[in-house]
């Protein structure tokens, strides 16, 4: 079972990062310095942005949630 919530922690984890990356630089940040600044066509519409921002919500409480119950599981 610890193995089953490892696994599953080290696939979110990296599902986590692809949709961080995912997002559209705000400006004024690290995003400036790697060529997020430039404005972009592809992403542009808000209603995908914000279904992306919920998407990544729900990914990140589901990796805090294999976090919890892993350190549960080692503990015992």
Known sequence: METGFSIALVIFSF???????MHKGKGGGLSDM??????????????????L????????LIWFAHIVVLGLLMRS
């Open 34 to 51: 790697f060529g997020g600044g430039m404005q972009s066509s592809v992403g542009g519409s808000s209603v995908a942005e914000r279904n």
């Open 15 to 21: 599902l986590l990062g692809l949709l961080v990356l």
């Open 53 to 60: 921002d919920r998407i990544t919500i729900v990914v990140a």
